[in-house]
T-cell receptor, first 116, second 111 residues
Framework: EAGVTQSPTHLIKTRGQQATLRCSPI?????VYWYQQALGLGLQFLLW???????NRGNFPPRFSGRQFPNYSSELNVNALELEDSALYLC???????????????FGAGTRLSVL | GQQLNQSPQSMFIQEGEDVSMNCTSS?????WLWYKQDPGEGPVLLIA?????ELTSNGRLTAQFGITRKDSFLNISASIPSDVGIYFC???????????FGPGTRLSVLP
């Protein structure tokens, strides 16, 4: 069974441009999470999508946005790129069943975004 | 907001030694996860804990869900070079709908 897949692996952009990152969750998983990991730092929560809707958002400006498609894959869009947006962007998926269920997030390998 | 603290921040150990690290929170969690991240890769799940006091093993790794529900511990026995990486804890207070991640413990194993 395929795990979480992210594309592209690497992305190089210049300041002011827009970046689009993609994520395909594990088959059967309905929730997709996006995290930013700057070099040498921990994971900062960006966005959570479930069943096509945004469920929660981290402390990031509005130029970070995304969406989830009917097949549960997801896109993360970053507009007006700034130098400090350079980071590893990780996507995770989980099977959200609600209540006292054992939800676990499984991660992809990430997209390394470099803003020059 | 919720925050997790991990200690130590980094550690250097000799191959064959045992390792202990912990994760603490100011609030109560009902789910704890431990992940390992290799350079340039995504975190890989090591152990999941769902009940206060629970002790779970995965090979040489053992993790415990603290009785207070505000902490968790990870132990690695007889460390080997491939144990090198960053270990993250993650906690949830809503049974996994959202997780908050700790800053990580960077482990280096010296031959």
């Amino acid at each position: 069974e395929a795990g979480v897949t992210q594309s592209p692996t690497h992305l190089i952009k210049t300041r002011g441009q827009q970046a689009t990152l993609r994520c395909s969750p594990i088959s059967g998983h309905t929730s997709v999470y996006w995290y930013q990991q700057a070099l040498g730092l921990g994971l900062q929560f960006l966005l959570w999508y479930d069943e096509g809707e945004e469920r929660n958002r981290g402390n990031f400006p509005p130029r970070f946005s995304g969406r989830q498609f009917p097949n549960y894959s997801s896109e993360l869009n970053v507009n007006a790129l700034e130098l400090e947006d350079s980071a590893l962007y990780l996507c995770a998926s989980s099977l959200r069943t609600g209540g006292k269920s054992k939800n676990i997030q499984y991660f992809g390998a990430g997209t390394r975004l470099s803003v020059l | 907001g919720q925050q997790l603290n991990q200690s130590p921040q980094s550690m250097f150990i000799q191959e064959g030694e045992d390792v202990s690290m912990n994760c603490t929170s100011s609030s109560i969690f009902n789910t704890w996860l431990w992940y390992k991240q290799d350079p340039g890769e995504g975190p890989v799940l090591l152990i999941a804990l769902y009940k206060a006091g629970e002790l779970t093993s995965n090979g040489r790794l053992t993790a415990q869900f603290g009785i207070t529900r505000k902490d968790s511990f990870l132990n690695i026995s007889a460390s080997i070079p491939s144990d090198v990486g960053i270990y993250f804890c993650a906690g949830s207070d809503n049974y996994g709908q959202n997780f908050v991640f700790g800053p990580g413990t960077r482990l280096s194993v010296l031959p």
